[in-house]
T-cell receptor, first 114, second 112 residues
């Protein structure tokens, strides 16, 4: 069990550019979640996958955001035409069966849009 | 709708003193409740969880929390603070849905 891995750890991008983040969950976990955390706030839910199916999306996930989980393994979160308001920590988490088991979080990707 | 309120964004205690971090929740159904800890530049680590079993829940690193339905509270305690406990603590609530609702966090400082 190597935990939940997120890459890159840090990303600085210019406004208007596209960015993509990757999350590798714990291998036997079939549920994968993306959260966003801004400074001084708790994490906010973005989206959730069960295996390869994206089952729930937050209204925070505008049409500039897209997430995939091909083959039910790793996941990617892409932000197109980044804005300064997208600057945040993007956290990935996974769980074994239900969220009642509790999540295992990755260390996050810190995005700074300049 | 569900929400979490963490009273006190910053708490300072002396090393060896009692730690008490407050969490109140609102939920229309029996909730799942969690406490997570976050160290600088790291993800969140699960401390403990309540999922309708015993109301007093013991977690890692000597922390425990008591679910009080009548007070809609799930306060986190530790009898004796250690320097390594300095971190950000988040309370989270979930119903039968698929997401957690997190509080805004409490930053714990331990004074030597």
């Amino acid at each position: 069990d190597t935990g939940v891995s997120q890459n890159p750890r840090h990303k600085i991008t210019k406004r208007g550019q596209n960015v993509t983040f990757r999350c590798d969950p714990i291998s036997e976990h079939n549920r994968l979640y993306w959260y966003r955390q801004t400074l001084g706030q708790g994490p906010e839910f973005l989206t959730y996958f069960q295996n390869e199916a994206q089952l729930e999306k937050s209204r925070l996930l505008s049409d500039r955001f897209s997430a995939e989980r091909p083959k039910g393994s790793f996941s990617t979160l892409e932000i197109q035409r980044t804005e300064q308001g997208d600057s945040a920590m993007y956290l990935c988490a996974s769980s074994y069966r239900t969220h009642a088991d509790g999540y295992t979080f990755g260390s996050g990707t810190r995005l700074t849009v300049v | 709708a569900q929400s979490v309120t963490q009273l006190g964004s910053h708490v300072s205690v002396s090393e060896g003193a009692l730690v008490l971090l407050r969490c109140n929740y609102s939920s229309s159904v029996p909730p799942y409740l969690f406490w997570y800890v976050q160290y600088p530049n790291q993800g969140l680590q699960l401390l403990l969880k309540y999922t309708s079993a015993a109301t007093l829940v013991k977690g890692i690193n000597g922390f425990e929390a008591e679910f009080k339905k009548s007070e809609t509270s799930f306060h986190l305690t530790k009898p004796s603070a250690h320097m390594s406990d300095a971190a950000e603590y988040f309370c989270a609530v979930s119903d039968s849905g698929n997401q957690f609702y997190f509080g805004t966090g409490t930053s714990l400082t331990v004074i030597p």
